[in-house]
């Protein structure tokens, strides 16, 4: 399962908003130092301070599930569902790791890597399934 999340390209990230509700965004995210860290990125949205973040603050409650499907087999469908502790990471060595680590997944962050806030989840459990061909 490990190694299924750590190379996925996207996730969907759930959060739990202040009043109880589910909020899942799709993310870039990458495995970082037993966390899987996301962070806000330069790309186009009208807040760097996004809800997500807001949530995590209020809720530390978190998810990110990551899959395979495939149209033509499904003897190959997968998903992770990694449940979890988040934190908001303003700044600092762990900040700069994070990004890091997103920079070194991601070739689109070589040339501008995320100015925002880390989002880190620690993994509390792991959960799976996998078709009996995967």
Do not use: I
Not at 5 to 15: F, N
Not at 52 to 75: C, F, I, K, Q, T
């Amino acid at each position: 399962m490990r190694a299924w999340v750590a190379a996925a390209r996207v996730g969907r990230l759930a959060t739990v908003t202040a009043g109880g509700r589910p909020h899942v965004v799709p993310c870039c995210f990458a495995a970082h130092d037993g966390a899987l860290v996301s962070a806000v990125d330069a790309k186009p949205k009208s807040t760097m301070a996004l809800r997500r973040l807001d949530n995590v603050r209020a809720n530390p409650a978190a998810s990110l599930v990551v899959d395979h499907y495939d149209d033509a087999d499904w003897g190959r469908l997968w998903w992770v569902r990694v449940d979890g502790t988040a934190r908001v990471v303003e700044g600092g060595a762990e900040r700069d790791a994070a990004v890091a680590a997103l920079v070194a997944k991601y070739p689109q962050y070589r040339e501008q890597p995320p100015p925002g806030a880390v989002l880190a989840l620690d993994p509390v459990t792991w959960r799976g399934w996998a078709s009996a061909d995967g």
